[in-house]
């Protein structure tokens, strides 16, 4: 069984620069959350998608968009980056039926802008 | 505002003796809490949950303890190996809304001295 992967593993931006990070979900898996974890922080919840639909989102403005694909893999795209986007951005998956919310992070990316 | 807060950045053990990393919520609106563990370069992995409506739960060496009324709870493991050396975060998932949106503390160094 494959756990969750994700790639790049690391990446450098500039400001205003756009950034396309991506992820592939467990096995069996068809529910995937995005998460950014900054520096001396835990984990914030930036979205969910379900059946190639967003299904939840956190505080984070528009130009924070995903993707969702029929194999259930997905995308993170960032637009007009900040400084402060830099961060560790973790992708994790679960089955839509996990009854205790037990969720399946990769690895993550993480992103540098400077 | 910060709904899951882990007032102990860090906390140091003993080999073979107990570790009690504490976590306070405010929202009396969680279902269900997790714990999660994390090595550095690895996505958090999934360590033991608890319902909203119990007040105990028990896997191997670890527990974790509710208390609701002081909106309190603990994750005892015992006993502590080196290995279990890790960030240690408390999440707590929110009733209704996306399923995987999960509010994470700011996490507890855990180091366990052979």
């Known amino acids: 069984e494959t756990g969750v992967t994700q790639s790049p593993t690391h990446l450098i931006k500039t400001r205003g620069q756009q950034v396309t990070l991506r992820c592939s979900s467990q096995?069996?898996?068809?529910?995937v959350s995005w998460y950014q974890q900054a520096l001396g922080q835990g984990p914030q919840f930036i979205f969910q998608y379900y059946r190639e639909e967003e299904n939840g989102r956190g505080n984070f403005p528009p130009r924070f968009s995903g993707l969702q694909f029929p194999n259930y893999s997905s995308e993170l795209n960032v637009n007009a980056l900040e400084l402060d986007d830099s961060a560790l951005y973790l992708c994790?998956?679960?089955?839509?039926?996990?009854?205790?919310?037990?969720?399946?992070f990769g690895p993550g990316t993480r992103l540098t802008v400077l | 505002d910060q709904q899951v807060k882990q007032n102990s950045p860090s906390l140091s053990v003993q080999e073979g003796r107990i570790s009690i990393l504490n976590c306070d919520y405010t929202n009396s609106m969680f279902d269900y809490f997790l714990w999660y563990k994390k090595y550095p370069a690895e996505g958090p992995t999934f360590l033991i949950s608890i319902s909203s409506i119990k007040d105990k739960n028990e896997d191997g060496r670890f527990t974790v303890f509710l208390n609701k009324s002081a909106k309190h709870l603990s994750l005892h493991i015992v006993p502590s190996q080196p290995g279990d050396s890790a960030v240690y975060f408390c999440a707590a998932n929110p009733r209704g809304g996306a399923t995987n949106k999960l509010i994470f503390g700011t996490g507890t160094l855990l180091a366990v001295q052979p």
């Open positions: 994790a998956s679960s089955p839509r039926t996990s009854g205790s919310n037990e969720q399946f």
């Open positions: 096995s069996g898996h068809n529910t």
